[in-house]
């Protein structure tokens, strides 16, 4: 994958530098107003989850975030250097017995922004694909 990345350390005020990075791809790749809010807030929380969940907020660690624009799809890819997760045992935020209880929202977040999801390397990252209409 030819992509161009943002690497930075596991402390959650270097999250900050992901509003340049998408706003420079959105300029670069005419990332539509529509679409811009949606890969913000996903890669914003898929990169809060590297950080707290897989790097154990570790600042000797760190969070690539990988940007590809493929045909009709702009892909991100967040990697952790943690153990990974199972996101089947993810529990839904929507059932009732959950709405009050922390765990799950930023999963299902990404979800529902983007077009699809997978998760590679055991859950140490995740693909997020947006289409481009």
């Given at each position: 994958m030819d992509c161009n990345t943002l690497k930075i350390p596991s402390t959650p005020e270097q999250i900050r530098h992901l509003e340049t990075y998408v706003k420079e791809l959105a300029n670069q790749h005419n990332i539509s107003d529509e679409l811009y809010p949606n890969i913000?807030?996903?890669?914003?929380?898929?990169?809060?989850?590297?950080?707290?969940?897989?790097?154990?907020?570790?600042?000797?660690?760190?969070?690539?975030?990988?940007?590809?624009?493929?045909e009709k799809t702009f892909a991100f890819k967040v990697s952790d250097q943690g153990e990974g997760f199972n996101p089947n045992a993810v529990p839904d935020p929507t059932l009732p017995e959950n709405i009050e209880c922390c765990g799950g929202r930023g999963v299902f977040l990404i979800k529902q922004l983007s077009d699809r999801v997978q998760f590679l390397n055991q859950g140490s990252t995740v693909e997020i694909c947006f289409d481009i209409k």
């Open positions: 913000l807030i996903s890669l914003t929380e898929a990169v809060n989850n590297a950080i707290i969940h897989g790097n154990n907020n570790d600042g000797s660690k760190f969070v690539d975030i990988c940007f590809d624009k493929k």
